[in-house]
């Protein structure tokens, strides 16, 4: 058999699409000798293993085999009022039951909006930089991914106006948006509330569909919260995304959507083709984490617990970067996204980096226009503060060292 | 807000995009005083409780936080490992675990597929009747669905042959064949051995792609079990999909997709943006599960009591159904495929079923050319011996009904 037989079957979509960098850097940096601040992923010291293990126990008494039957496509009715419940808490008055899906995971829910939305060519845009999530879906679609530049209010909405009407004017279907309110990935900044209330604006006035991820935005750290887009919003243009990877445990893979009942439905004929249902047990146990109140708790010591891995790694990175380095102090998330001097690119500095059995992402694989070669992204999520210490003295110590090479090169 | 205000945002699949018939038929007769003979659901009876409350236990102790945190994406090393090894005991000698992906139950293994395989107006073949996961996956990327005829041996690959000629002459794109070889859903038949044969070689020659959904292959009766197309296939042209759903529990949500591995390498990067892993416990549970023995005796156990139930239905249509109505007898899997008299509509006798608090499925909804309006499946999976008894009788009942009146208005 010859090596790839059936690439000339591929479809257009199949023969584009690019895997993840990040899922490439990371099974490069899986050695365990590798201090990793690169992956996104929460730190399994705070999964709730007794509760969990205990709910189980309970559910299996109390349901019996009915916990592992199949569920229906749009999720546990018990599971959707509850969440729809927290979201009118959390100022989304017109969530329902039925505006409501339960997916495997946000990046679940980003890939039946772009089913549904996102037919060839349209446009969508995101940030520059993003995370690959949402252009991945977007692409897996044959879309079109437009950067946006993000500064520290979030993703510049004026820059967004200009690009739409560029676009609009020149004949191309200008589709949606897809932001990251809250702590982004991978800049760790936060959409502020004027822009917020510009961009829901913009999207009425363009025609848009605001797909609104936010897997971290109640793991705010200080500061008030601020609105959804989607409590912003009155025109049911908002998809809003929903993950509890990283507030409960990622591998039970539950999040879900909220957005327009019409729309909602769907997704869950989508979802009918895409994987029929989501894991049943799982779903019950998510339940009854919320109904015993567990999720508020283990939510508070989520925040808790990250605030001060972040405001240690922020520690060390005064210590140990020169001045030419700059950063965000982020308000809540797990990133914290760096720039080194503009000579010196990233990808070199992971190289030097990686040999040193240090690891962290580098910024270009989140730009989709292929900018951002001086940037990193650090995350405190998962390492321990020895591993951050010890990462970031190196990554410091590696910057000084081009530093001084380039001095002596200009003394020269 | 306006009804489905977003409705000239969607993309032409989601406007063409039909919710599955079945799930509609389930959500309508989910009254628990109806006596169902409609849903291809496992009975929850044989799920294996005690045994997946001692493991997930014993895992927990075992692995820890571990058990909770991503998976990578492509599924657990080990996993993989174990299912490579029982397919090549099963005939499959060039699978190995880099060939094999892990899947959220096979309806994301043939969605992953098609996102490979598929583009706009692609022409893939399908039985008539047949499962409709394997047309909505291709749908979903707006792929042409075309029906081959199904008869006591299967998919009719000699129609088939003509169909792909024909299409090929006048231009189309011919991509692939979905087919379902043992036991197929709806009408429970196998595809021969001989039409095994053809069915590679024609792939060959017209350069198909062939999707082989084999969920209930293992729940074999009685007779010798036949190669899978994949093992009869030298040109790496079979995607062949596998679910635990009918033989471990459906709720668990896993199955497995094996193929070249270029092209599963191809899903896995569509399955970074469709839901980024499989669920973590699930995969830990089935690979102990496996370890211990326990699949191949729940697979034992399963083929007894399903076998038990097949046995009890066949008896009851025996008796109470009338000449006019003919049936097959399934080797293994879930259902019996009825033709009732061809003046008779199956919807008409459904609605005077329900009446009666008897469901199943119409079989109109598993012909995408619409055909089949004098068809029903039956499905013993579920129903007790009692409901089944009933619900026979009931069906009988009323076509008995209709042959009289027929008899009396033709005598008027």
């Not at 490069?28 to 601040?37: I, N, Q, T």
């Not at 998962?382 to 380039?406: P, S, T, V, W, Y």
Request: charged share 25%; glycine share 8%.
């Amino acid at each position: 058999m010859s090596p790839d037989p059936l690439t000339h079957l591929y479809s257009r979509e199949a023969l584009c699409a690019q895997p993840s960098a990040i899922r490439d850097i990371c099974a490069l940096v899986a050695k365990p000798e590798v201090r990793s601040l690169a992956g996104g992923w929460p730190d399994p010291a705070k999964f709730p293993l007794k509760a969990i293990r205990r709910i189980f126990d309970k559910l299996i008494t109390q349901h019996g085999a009915r916990l592992f039957q199949y569920g229906s496509t749009e999720g546990l009715a018990e599971l959707r009022e509850v969440l729809a419940d927290r979201m009118k808490t959390g100022g989304m008055a017109d969530v329902d039951p039925d505006s409501l899906i339960i997916t495997h995971g946000s990046a679940q829910g980003m890939h039946l909006a772009a089913q549904v939305f996102i037919d060839r060519e349209d446009v969508v845009f995101v940030g520059l930089p993003t995370y690959f999530g949402g252009p991945g879906a977007v692409r897996s679609r044959s879309g079109k991914v437009i950067g946006i530049p993000v500064d520290d209010d979030g993703l510049n909405v004026d820059s967004l106006r200009l690009e739409a009407t560029r676009l609009k004017a020149s004949g191309k279907r200008v589709k949606g948006v897809y932001v990251i309110p809250n702590f982004q990935n991978p800049t760790g900044v936060t959409l502020s509330l004027e822009r917020r209330r510009q961009l829901v604006r913009l999207a009425e006035i363009h025609d848009l569909v605001i797909f609104e991820d936010d897997p971290y935005g109640e793991l705010r750290f200080e500061g008030d919260p601020l609105p959804s887009l989607k409590s912003l919003d009155r025109s049911g243009r908002v998809i809003h995304l929903r993950s509890l990877s990283k507030t409960f445990v990622p591998g039970l893979r539950l999040g879900w959507a909220a957005g327009d009942s019409g729309a909602i439905r769907q997704m869950v004929v989508a979802k009918q083709f895409a994987d029929a249902a989501t894991n049943t047990p799982a779903q019950y146990i998510l339940l009854e984490f919320i109904r015993q109140g567990l999720l508020d708790k283990q939510i508070q010591d989520n925040i808790k617990f990250y605030r001060s891995k972040r405001d240690f790694m922020l520690e060390q990175m005064e210590r140990y970067f020169p001045d030419e380095v700059t950063w965000n102090r982020p308000q809540g998330g797990f990133f914290i996204f760096v720039q080194i001097p503009g000579d010196m690119d990233a990808a070199d500095l992971f190289r030097q980096a990686v040999a040193k059995n240090v690891a962290f992402v580098t910024g270009q694989s989140f730009f989709v226009d292929g900018s951002g070669h001086n940037t990193l992204r650090l995350s405190y999520a998962q390492a321990g503060h020895q591993d951050i210490e010890f990462a970031i003295r190196k990554i410091g110590n590696l910057i000084k060292a081009h530093l001084m090479d380039r001095k002596t090169n200009n003394a020269a």
